[in-house]
């Protein structure tokens, strides 16, 4: 059983269940903020914002990921959309490298 069979290698002699048209068939309310990505597709700032908005993250917090992305972007860091169903970013880490970087509001 899984949320969403994104993987799609598994043996052929095994059933695989998506939970998430268990839940939709027999209670669709539980699964309603919840949206429907298409397995394997990188997350991009427009879409992260987008569910942080539909789960009610505050004013404060999307501007703080907003400035964190532009951070990462302007230092040559990243941001690394990743591909899973809850929303991730990722930045390097520049400890040990010659890479300068001038911090926010500095």
Known sequence: MCW???????????????????????????????SDREPGMPWNIDLFIER???????????KTI??????????????????DAKGSFAVRDIRGSSSKCTPMGA
């Open 66 to 83: 907003q400035a964190l992305v532009e951070f990462a972007k302007n230092c040559n860091l990243g941001p690394e959309w990743l591909t």
């Open 4 to 34: 969403i069979d994104d993987w799609g290698q598994w043996p052929k002699n095994l059933r695989v269940v998506e939970l998430r048209e268990e839940v939709r068939s027999k209670c669709p309310s539980i699964i309603e903020h919840i």
């Open 52 to 62: 942080c908005t539909k789960n009610g993250l505050s004013e404060y917090h999307l």
